[in-house]
């Protein structure tokens, strides 16, 4: 009998957009045969799942269920594909585990820790990871622009701490007025900003995920934004060259893999991450920018290309998620 399998997409920030085209993708490639996919849109007016005929059913909250043709369905399994909150940040996955229900993201602490990108950089440093020097501001007490990034050395990077997708992200190359309106777009995204040095280097960007206990790494991507940076049009919109695999030395290949595993252990992550570095060729070394505990899954994503890199289908790696989750 086919288990059955409940995949979330939607989700409650302007990330939903992004949750929606990872769906297509992560539908298109479930393993229909053995699993029996229910889509679970979650949004702000409700938890819906659509029947064929685009009549709505009501998730019902107190056991995660729904009725159609009233059979009472229960999930085996959740596979989550929501960007952002409350699929990214540790809600959903509390809201399981309380409901005893096996998801394929990382757990509710590290969701909520690895949302947090001052509290992710500041664990990283802790476990001796090589990170950017930054600060964090706070809306409710931010005062100067220039006298609150005066320790910092330009260009800086300003961008929302918590969240995804490189919304409300800049990059400001000097200190001027435009330090003020690029701290004044992040806070318009969240009500802390996170400021960062620049690292000046590769980017190179890693999928991580656990199959069978054993974490592996996929091929790197190296990303090359026709932009000043990796925004969210680099990201998602095709302003950007991604290569995969990248074209680097073995040895730089296996500093980033080493370090991208060991922030998997460290962080105590499940499921499948993106890790983002920038590779200092000077330092010879790696910086952590970021971990993606929810990383995209559209055609245009890195982590389907990583997967074909290496040698996988997409059914394949979505099932190898489903099993470490309903086993682990």
């Not at 757990?107 to 802790?126: E, I, M, R």
């Not at 910092?152 to 400001?172: A, D, T």
């Not at 971990?291 to 982590?303: D, H, R």
Request: proline share 3%; aromatic share 10%; charged share 25%.
């Amino acid at each position: 009998m086919k288990q059955n399998i409940a995949f979330v997409t939607g989700g409650f920030s302007g990330e939903a957009e992004i949750s929606y085209k990872s769906a297509i993708t992560i539908e298109k490639n479930i393993d229909k045969e053995r699993w029996s996919l229910y889509k679970i849109d979650i949004t702000v007016d409700g938890w819906f799942y659509e029947l064929s005929s685009g009549e709505k059913r009501e998730v019902d909250k107190n056991d995660f269920s729904i009725t159609i043709d009233e059979e009472k369905i229960i999930f085996d399994a959740v596979l989550i594909g929501i960007h952002g909150t409350p699929g990214e940040d540790g809600k959903l996955q509390g809201y399981f585990d309380t409901l005893r229900i096996p998801y394929t993201s990382c757990d509710a602490a590290t969701s909520a820790l690895t949302f947090n990108k001052s509290f992710t950089v500041a664990v990283a440093a802790f476990s001796g990871i090589s990170v950017s020097r930054s600060v964090l501001l706070f809306k409710n007490s931010f005062t100067s622009p220039d006298e609150s990034v005066k320790n910092l050395r330009f260009p800086v990077f300003i961008k929302p701490n918590n969240g995804g997708s490189s919304i409300g992200m800049s990059k400001v190359n000097s200190p001027s007025e435009e330090l003020g309106k690029a701290i004044e777009k992040a806070f318009k995204e969240d009500d802390q900003v996170l400021v960062e040095e620049f690292i000046s280097g590769r980017e190179l960007t890693i999928g991580v995920f656990k199959s069978k206990g054993e974490i592996i790494a996929l091929p790197i991507t190296e990303i090359i934004s026709k932009k000043d940076f990796f925004d969210y049009e680099a990201k998602y919109l095709g302003a950007s060259e991604e290569i995969t695999p990248a074209k680097i030395d073995e040895s730089i290949a296996g500093q980033i893999r080493e370090a991208a595993v060991k922030i998997y252990r460290v962080f105590n992550c499940r499921g499948i991450v993106r890790i983002d570095f920038i590779y200092n060729e000077k330092e010879g070394k790696p910086y952590m920018l970021e971990i993606n505990t929810v990383p995209g899954q559209s055609e245009a994503s890195i982590v389907p290309q990583q997967v074909n890199a290496m040698g996988w289908s997409l059914q394949d790696f979505y099932t190898a998620l489903i099993e470490e989750c309903l086993h682990n």
